[in-house]
């Protein structure tokens, strides 16, 4: 396992949304990570525009906290690269390490919180967690289920989502941006 600085209240946060880069990615069920991130950083007035570990991030104040949010561009199922680097240039312990993502396992538009936990199915937390060396971290997920019969899950996650379902799922972003909030302002995620 790597070694952290041990955490302590005010030190920085990490917020990390997953999904995929590129245009072609932008709307897709597995992009909900990043976009959720970003409706949290235009919340907050914090520009996601400097790049470096891997992917694009912007820092600013959560709650009076320091805050760097994340968006790997190392792809979903390599995500850990990017969160490592960050991680442990901003000597953040990974119980100050929050990740936001897409979940099939959970109903479209609801969201779900958790400090610690398995991948489940989910790659890019796959990554994370192997890179993190724990899996005791906060994590918000947002509901993308269930798939559809007759889908391939990867087919699923990469499809766009439906212009009937957007304002449903999108507004499940800010129910996430609010966990986000909480899990700052309490220091930990605790469970719901």
Not at 48 to 58: A, V
Not at 86 to 91: D, G, I, T
Not at 167 to 190: Q, T, Y
Request: glycine letters at 10%.
């Amino acid at each position: 396992m790597l070694k952290f600085n041990s955490s302590k209240k005010g030190d920085t946060w990490i917020i990390a949304g997953l999904g995929n880069p590129g245009k072609e990615y932008a709307y897709t069920w597995h992009n909900m990570g990043y976009l959720a991130v970003e409706l949290l950083a235009e919340r907050h007035g914090i520009s996601i525009t400097k790049s470096k570990f891997d992917g694009r991030y912007g820092k600013g104040k959560i709650e009076g906290a320091d805050v760097i949010i994340l968006e790997p561009l190392t792809y979903m199922n390599n995500s850990g690269i990017s969160i490592i680097q960050a991680a442990k240039f901003f000597k953040a312990d990974p119980s100050h390490v929050i990740v936001v993502y897409d979940d099939i396992d959970i109903a479209r538009g609801k969201i779900r919180v958790r400090d610690k936990g398995s991948a489940g199915t989910h790659n890019g937390m796959k990554s994370v967690i192997a890179h993190l060396g724990t899996e005791e971290f906060p994590r918000v997920r947002i509901g993308t289920g269930p798939v559809p019969e007759h889908w391939d899950l990867v087919d699923y996650v990469l499809s766009e989502v439906p212009q009937d379902m957007r304002k449903e799922v999108f507004d499940s972003f800010g129910s996430a941006c609010d966990s986000v909030e909480k899990i700052i302002r309490d220091g930990k995620a605790g469970s719901k």
